[in-house]
């Protein structure tokens, strides 16, 4: 059972990994831990990671904005993680995080605008893709297309326009890391590798990915998961 992995003690240890940060919310240790909880197909200890965050918010006297915002965090990224470690498994998480979600944190409506033009994904999409990638955008975004064109397409405009390049619950750097995440636990190196590097191209500094490189990692191997390959680190 997660439930017995999970524990407070468990969380604790994970959440002093990450650097610290101006506020607790701003920390992404805890979405991280969620996706990676998610991505090696134990979602039952998704909605102990939102517990942990609740009480740690409440112990320090946290506004309504603050909780609001934590527990979408966990949520955006779950759904981002989703187009890498397949949705089925996010739906199971997503459900057990809901029903453990105050009602007051829940979302009614959609964060994203749901009737976006092709022209604003595209845009949107090709924005995110190329600061992420950096130098390598060109020949990465031509080897989806070489390999398949759909998956090129699909890659640009949806999974990045409509998925990713939405900022209004989790950052750029966050998104990384929720790609990272999900990578790790369903051991996909050469991916792994790409993304290390985008993260930082968004932002994060080498001690953060790496802090993130080894949340994923702990959590993946208690939840018994059994790599094939090594998990690339920074060079």
Known sequence: MMADIATPEFLSNLKQLYPPQSTYVTSPWYAVAAITFSASNCPEAVPLVLEYVLKDLDAIGASHADRLAAARK????????GMICGFPKVINALILLHEATPPALQDKE???????????????GKAYFDHTYGE?????????KDIYPDLGYYVTNLAYGYGYAFMGATSPMETSFAMISALIAIDTPRQIGWHLDGAMRNGATREEVRAVRSIAMQIAKAAGVVWKHDIPDLQ
């Open 74 to 81: 966990i949520r955006d990224a779950l759904f981002k993680s």
């Open 110 to 124: 959609t964060l994203r605008n749901p009737d976006p033009s092709v022209e604003e994904l595209t845009q949107a």
């Open 136 to 144: 390598t955008a060109k020949d990465t975004q031509g080897l989806l």
